[in-house]
């Protein structure tokens, strides 16, 4: 008989279309204890799904036990006769923040070794909360508020969005499974993790339940993100002037959210830069004119009537 969290996690595969019958599956598995649930939940399902399963393992170089955390999932991998895909890193200084480029170097490792596969990763309902508490800290808009989602970038899919980092342990625990802690989780010179020991565990004491709570709060935001670029994607087209040139007037007459999502649709949807975009707009209602570096290399000029975007270095905004 199936437990209520394996209940949960093939209802939501089924609910969101995540991993669909038949398809080949790469468990992404660090060896903590989220991944290691993924994988034992995947295995639970492996022949109700017809899932091709393999394993893959990033070894990040950052570690000193890296060595042995690759060790340890290819032994779960071999136990459970699944094929074991092992990707490195370069390694590099543990003095600069790697979390954004550990992200982009694992997005181009799931889109290589997926072909025409899916990659199902173990972010959970914690990881959800997280991101949104971080994001509201920062001053964060709808699109950053929006946070993860069921899928990923390409290939990557979410499947323990509906449960949390405790009931992954919990259910681990119960049955006997071994995982690896990350000291990094523990470091509090991240952000991430200053949240989760000093604001959404204790949350979580007093308030058994609000990591799940506040992760659908995100889900929440996430439609209303799409909603929301449905809208700016229109908003775009009904600037349309003669060649590149955009109407002014059209622009001003939008909401300040529309406007800036306008602006940032148009710088190319930069990672970073929301402060220069917000300046920029009210530059723009003030009546200014003149030319103006945007972030991601996009070049504004501003005319009294219209509106023309480039490339920093050449080329026009199409």
């Not at 019958?21 to 017809?50: E, K, P």
């Not at 509201?136 to 970038?153: C, N």
């Not at 940032?264 to 009210?282: H, N, V």
Request: aromatic letters at 6%; hydrophobic letters at 40%; one cysteine or more.
């Amino acid at each position: 008989m199936k437990s209520s969290l394996e209940l949960r996690f093939i209802s939501t595969v089924k609910r969101e279309g995540l991993l669909p019958r038949g398809h080949s599956v790469i468990a992404a598995v660090s060896g903590g204890a989220d991944s290691v649930c993924l994988l034992d939940m995947l295995l639970r399902f492996r022949r109700h799904m017809a899932w091709k399963l393999s394993v893959l393992h990033v070894d990040h170089s950052y570690r000193k036990a890296s060595v042995s955390d690759a060790s340890f999932v290819e032994d779960l991998a071999k136990a459970a006769g699944l094929p074991f895909i092992l990707r490195k890193l370069p390694a590099r200084s543990r003095s600069s923040s790697p979390e954004a480029d550990f992200s982009a170097a694992r997005q181009a490792i799931y889109e290589e070794a997926a072909g025409e596969g899916l990659v199902a990763v173990g972010h959970t309902a914690s990881d959800r909360a997280e991101t949104l508490l971080m994001r509201l800290v920062e001053g964060a808009g709808l699109r950053g508020l929006g946070g993860m989602d069921y899928f990923g970038v390409g290939p990557v899919r979410r499947p323990l969005l509906d449960m949390t980092a405790r009931e992954t342990r919990a259910y681990l625990s119960e049955r006997g499974g071994v995982w690896i802690e990350d000291e990094t989780n523990s470091d509090p010179g991240f952000l991430r993790n200053r949240m989760r020991r000093e604001i959404l565990e204790p949350l979580e004491d007093s308030l058994p339940g609000v990591s799940r709570r506040i992760a659908s709060s995100s889900a929440n935001l996430g439609s209303w993100r799409r909603v929301a670029e449905g809208l700016t994607t229109a908003a775009v087209g009904r600037l349309g002037g003669e060649g590149n040139e955009l109407d002014r007037r059209t622009f001003t007459r939008y909401e300040k959210a529309l406007r800036q999502s306008v602006l940032w649709e148009l710088c190319g949807r930069p990672r970073s830069g929301s402060a220069e975009i917000d300046k920029t707009d009210a530059w723009l209602l003030a009546g200014g004119c003149g030319e103006r570096l945007l972030p991601g290399g996009a070049v504004l000029t501003a005319g009294p009537e219209t509106l023309l975007f480039s490339r920093k270095g050449g080329g026009r905004w199409r």
